[in-house]
Each structure stands twice: as structure tokens, then as C-alpha cells.
């Protein structure tokens, strides 16, 4: 979780009466509401609301979200390019799932609409990765700035509306998280702080930064994903009526060029690029702008790998990817279980005189088998498990 935030108005103690006047009903005060994860055993916030924040109205069915896996006959790597994906609907309506298993959704997303109702992912994290556009995360925490390769957190429950200035076209990678993204335990210390020594600390990270309550007692529409069901809740009031929180649960931003990249004499495993990880699940690792191995027969670009438990899942951002031909800017690589990858021929004797790279790419290696959707075989190259001929 990021650290400690207090944004507005908050009374000393938590569960008492923090006044207002006259209040809503003449009650004078604002309502506490606690958001709290696993129970009531970690992180938490306490939020301050105009209003009480159950006043709902109507609760009806809303379009349902289907992710349906594609039959795969045979077990093989897979390369999609996604610059070309279309242009559709909003920042919700417009995902597009590609891969799938039980503990996470991988989307792409490039919406040409305004996001049309305010949004709440009940069951998942949300990890929103800006591959073009800027703009800001309208939160019931305040409002959340977003630039070009950051990584938006957005912890389940949060109700968002995200809004893109006009000047490019957005374009997202979305993954959806069952369980809980947190930071990988060895780069903390005992005292919950960042190690000297990992690649990001508290600085590199951004929480909202500017509340400013909605006082509008009118119905306003929230579309709450539950899995594949959605439902739509219409409350009294605008929800972004907070006059004040704290606590350690709320949307934050880091940005892919923050990374430090962790380098050495001869190449370093994966892990060293890893940013977050999800309970259990999946990790996410940041393949970002670095030195090459110093060494003097150092070989600079990965090694022949066989995954044995996990299935790797790269997303080509910026730069030229030095092991691997044929992939371009929004491109996807699948490699899967039980089948050695490596560098693709002839890339290793063009490696020898780099010295740097500048790649910039997203990898989500999950530990159950992670599956194509069917909206994902049409970007699919068959022909891909032969490229490593001479």
C-alpha cells in the first residue's frame, strides 16, 4: 500500500463527531464511512461525507462483461500487435479484454468517448497503464493527475471517472487485479519504509493532491463491476462529497520513468524489474531505460528461458527491444509454460558494442496459465512459435 495520506477536514479522533453546521438533517456533523481491506485487518481510510453515503435510489442491471477464453488446440507463444486495436467507446466501455485467468484480466483500451457514468470495480484492483495521453482521475479522494507511461493504482471500491484532454489519443493498458496490488515485500524494511537500495521509494509515488466536495443533492449514476455482472446505483447525491480523509487505502501514480533500474556486470534475472505484485497472483515488472551488463564476455540480452510455473506476458511500450524481432510499439509477447524462449537469431552478436537500451516495456508474469480471449485471436500471429528459425 502507499503511506499515510490526509487530504481536507478531519476530526482528532477517529469514530467521533466531527462537526458541521447545521449539517445534512440538521445533524451536525459529517458522516464517517470507513474503507477498509481484508476485513477490518489492513490498510484502511476514513472518509467525511457531506452526506451519508448509503442514499440509494434506484438499482437496476447494467450491461454485463463478458471474458470469454479462446479453445487453444495446441500449447504455443503468441505475438499480437495492438497499435491498430479501434478506437471505441469510453475509458470503461472501450476495454477490449486479451488475456485472462482467474486472477487477472489483461484489457487494451483506446477510447474516442468521454466516460459517460462514474465507475466503481467492486472485486479488483485496477492498474491503468498510460501508454499515450494525459489528463486527471476524478475520485471520491480527491482529484489524481496522469501523464504519458504511468501506472494509475486504483484500489477496488474506488468510484473514478477518468477525463483525457483532447490533444492525443489515449490509449491504455488495463489490468484487473483479484487480488490485493501491493509493493514487493523485499523492497520495504520492517517499518513498512522503502529499502535504500530499490528502485522507487515513497517520492516516486502520488496521491491525490486537490480536494474539492461536490455539494449537489441530485441523482447521479454509478456503474458497479462485480466479476462479469454490472449494476447501476442511482444515488440522492454526487458521491464526491468528502470533506476530508486519511489513511492508506486511495488511488495513486507512478510513472514507468521513475524506475531505477537495478544493473550489474552480467545479466540480472526478471525480478529485479518488478514494480508490483497482486496476492498470490501475478507480478508486474517494469522493463525500463538502462545500462547493459559491463562485464567483458558479458552477453547482454536475456538468456533461453523455460518458464516452469509461470506464464510471461510482455507489452512493448517505447524503444527497440534488442532480443526480439519483428515486435513493434503496442505489440504483445505470450510465452508460455513448458516451451524454452529466448533470443531471437542473430541478436546476440548485434548486442555486443551496446551499451545501453532503451526499451520501455510492461511484463505481467502470472502463475496460473493465462489465456487468450476470443477478441485477442484476430491480432494474433500464428506463424510467431517459427520465428526463432535462422
Known sequence: MPP?????????????????DPGYLNEGLYYEEVISTQGFNRAYSIAYHLRPPTRVLKVEPAASVLVEVAPQDV????HLKTQSIPI???PITGRV????NADVTISRCRPCDDQAELFRNATADEILFVHKGHGHVSTHFGRLDFKPYDYIVIPRCTTYRIEFEKDIQPDLLVIESTGSIGFPNRYLNADGQFRLGAPF????????????PIDRNEETTVVIKDGSRQTRYTLAHHPFDIVGWDGMVYPFTFNADDFEPITGTIHQPPPIHQTFESAGGFVVCTFAPRMLDTH???VKIPYAHSNVESDELLYYVRGKFGSRRGVEESSFTLHLHGIPHGPHPGTIAASWEMTRTDELAVMVDTFRPLHL???ALEFDDASYPMSWKD
Open 373 to 375: 480471449t476470443k477478441q
Open 201 to 212: 521509494c515513497e517520492r516516486d509515488l502520488h496521491g491525490p493532491t486537490e480536494l474539492a
Open 296 to 298: 567483458p564476455n558479458a
Open 88 to 90: 471505441h467507446g469510453d
Open 4 to 20: 499515510y495520506l490526509q487530504l481536507g477536514s478531519i476530526p482528532p479522533k477517529r469514530h467521533t463527531k466531527h462537526a458541521a
Open 97 to 100: 479484454p486479451m488475456f485472462t
Open 75 to 78: 500449447l504455443r507463444h503468441h
